[in-house]
């Protein structure tokens, strides 16, 4: 069996490079299950085919012309340049919609009647997400009208969350995944003198690394503090803020914030880690305890990195011992909380939290509830 995976996500920008590894690897876990995967893609001016049998590529100039060229080749045109007959399924990244991707699915259903559309919405309900967008108001807005036409078109929604219906569109429940092959197990680092936390993120304010801040500043207000260090590593809408809070609290000294970084560098930055720190605002963003199931949490897990987060996680038990839950709630996170935690871990946790991760988190376990499906719909 065949399908086209279909994104909008533009992958030529180094703050889109956490959902290109993750779109990779649910393609490679498909392909896993035996299915043909084409990946369509945005990649600056260019639209991009990823296939087997042969990648292609249309180019657009960056103007305002070739913005719009563009455009209405994703939403149309792309449909005289590929086969969508060949396919017997689609497998949709949500994004906000408008009525051109509603146009679009309506064309591909009348071409091709018999495929079946998945879309995937990672995060729901997502209303919060506007909040941070340029132009959120008409996004918003343009999203709310063609949303309500997703059960004309789209056979199933892929959630993360509980519900059992999404827009009136049947769901199909799973959790986030990753590839642990594609991610390093690290040792415990050698150095302890100073306790070293990494949080790395498209920062925005469901990661909560504010109260991180505020909690190091208390921290380093005690007589003879335990040394800490708080590495703060991508870019996002907050990066100003906590740039902001960090120089107002003086805190230039233990809190680094990177930028942007991949590769070497970001892994030279990981090896002398000892303690990850995840989602600490989900609050902020009223999704349901325990409907949510962030990527850095598992990341974290198959590095074999002990981590934070402020959020019920449905695919950790309880008593796991290699995560730290804090209160879901505004209050100043305690360091010394984090520093009892670090000191109660012992020395296995790296190579016990890596199969826990291969067992449970990879996203080829991930997507055999959607399987299942696609066999029977075929």
Known sequence: MKILFFTKMNFGYPENSGIYKKVLA??????????????????????????IKGNKSWDFSNTLVGKVKSFNFFFDHLLKKIDIASYDHMYIRHFPSNPAFIGLLK????LHPSINIFMEIACYPY???????QYGKV??????????????YIDYIITFSKDVSIYGVPTIKTANGIDPDSIPLQNIPEDNSVVQLIGVANLQKWHGYDRIIKGMAKHYQKKDPTPVHFHIVGNGVRYDMLRKLTDELKLQEHITLYGHKSGEDLHRIFKR?????GSCGMHRIHVADGETSTLKAREYTARGLPFVIGYKDRDFPEDYPYLLR????ESIIDIDLILK???GLGDNYPSEMRSFAEKYLSWKSK???????????K
């Open 139 to 152: 996004k918003k807005y343009f999203d709310d009208k063609a949303s309500k036409r997703f059960k004309e």
């Open 127 to 133: 209303a919060f997400e506007f909040d941070e967008m």
């Open 326 to 329: 804090v209160p879901a709630d």
């Open 367 to 377: 997507f055999e509830p959607i399987i299942k499906t696609m066999i029977l719909k």
């Open 107 to 110: 064309k591909i259903k009348r």
């Open 273 to 277: 880690s000892h303690i990850g720190i």
């Open 341 to 343: 935690f670090y000191h």
């Open 26 to 51: 649910q393609v490679k876990a498909l392909e896993q299950h035996g299915f043909v995967v084409d990946l369509l893609y945005k990649e600056k001016g260019s639209v991009k085919l990823k296939s």
